[in-house]
């Protein structure tokens, strides 16, 4: 099965920010409310993490290793509607078989917890005991040891931990009732502690910047079923730049170009021509109404009435702009 996974981790695991969003992905489907991520070497070398959700049973380690395994569609309704994150079954198959990878876990019930190790062409599963508190401890290391091909595109150790820290905080925009701690080489980087679901412009402050939030224009508007909230960046600080542009669609990190578009053509109406707006958005909409697959790394969405998501996103802004002015 190797050689399948391997094609299938091309499509996944692209470089180690998809390893780490992966993983957070799966921890926060297992309830987890605590996430610490640890990097060496910008991932390259490293990625771990340890979480405190539900856990994994020592005869569905091997399980969970293997493709398709996912136990969280049980049929196709499940799956037009489907608000889990992960929905795959195979993101875990694709990272062991393109690292070394360590799993460790303890659900609750168990009374010790059980390590997997995988690695080698047959994709073969070593289960020992181990010493775990509830969760799950997930090792990644050497990543594209065995795929030269792919380790050749893997960029500088920063750029590469630039990406992580970016999937970071999109997750931890889009789940602020999580502590997640985030360390590279042994050094804290970042610390979001957990902060009540309703509270969500603490966590912002947290992760894009007390200044943003402080100067920020908050707007929300309902609908037809479409909810958009935001956090505008005011004409102060504006020039911010790219790495201030956060959008999410339902819970997810969405690197939308509707989204952008819609509201750089608000701030174009109100203010004259804006390069790179400052913003945290996010917009609930029907899970009919959006097809969250469009690339495996789910960074994309595609609306089924694209035009009148576009205009709804961008008149709420402009909105909000314009009455920020009078
Ligand atoms: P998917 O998330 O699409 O189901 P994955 O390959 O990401 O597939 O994970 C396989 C399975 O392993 C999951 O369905 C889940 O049952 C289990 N699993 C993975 N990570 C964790 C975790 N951190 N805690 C509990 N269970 C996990
Ligand atoms: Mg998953």
């Not at 297992?30 to 994994?56: C, F, P, Q």
């Not at 999580?178 to 980087?189: A, S």
């Not at 960046?233 to 730049?241: A, I, M, P």
Request: proline share 4%; glycine share 6%.
């Amino acid at each position: 099965p190797q050689l399948a996974n391997q094609i299938a981790a091309g499509e996944v695991v692209e470089r180690p920010a998809s390893v780490v969003k992966e993983l957070i992905e799966n921890s926060i489907d297992a309830g987890a409310s605590r996430i610490d991520v640890d990097i060496e070497r910008g991932g390259h070398k490293r990625i771990r993490l340890r979480d405190n959700g539900k856990g994994i049973a020592k005869d569905e380690l091997e399980l969970a290793l293997s493709r398709h395994a996912t136990s969280k569609i049980s049929n196709l309704d499940d799956l037009e509607s489907i608000l889990s994150l992960g929905f795959r079954g195979e993101a875990l198959a694709s990272i062991s078989s393109v690292s070394r990878l360590t799993l460790t876990s303890r659900p609750r019930e168990q009374s010790e917890a059980w390590q997997a190790h995988c690695e080698g062409r047959e994709m073969q599963v070593k289960l020992n005991p181990a010493a775990h508190p509830d969760g799950t401890t997930i090792d990644v290391a050497d990543l594209f040891y065995n795929t030269p091909a792919r380790r050749k595109f893997l960029r500088t150790e920063k750029t590469e931990f630039q990406h992580i820290e970016d999937v970071f905080k999109r997750i931890a925009l889009s789940h602020p009732s999580i502590t997640l701690n985030l360390t590279h080489n042994d050094k804290p980087v970042r610390r979001f502690p957990a902060v009540a679901q309703d509270n969500r412009s603490r966590r912002i402050a947290a992760v894009v910047g007390k200044k943003f939030i402080d100067n920020a224009i908050y707007t929300q508007v309902d609908y037809e079923g479409i909810t958009l909230e935001a956090w505008l960046g005011n004409e102060q600080v504006l020039r911010s730049s790219s790495d201030c542009q956060f959008s999410f669609v339902n819970g997810r990190g969405m690197r939308d170009k509707l989204i952008l578009h819609a509201i750089r053509q608000a701030y174009e109406s109100a203010w004259g021509v804006i390069e790179q707006p400052a913003f945290v958005v996010f917009l609930s909409v029907s899970p009919r109404d959006v097809d969250v697959n469009v690339h495996p790394a789910k960074h994309e969405v595609r609306f089924q009435q694209s035009r009148l998501v576009h205009d709804f996103i961008c008149k709420s802004v402009l909105d909000a702009l314009i009455d920020t002015q009078g």
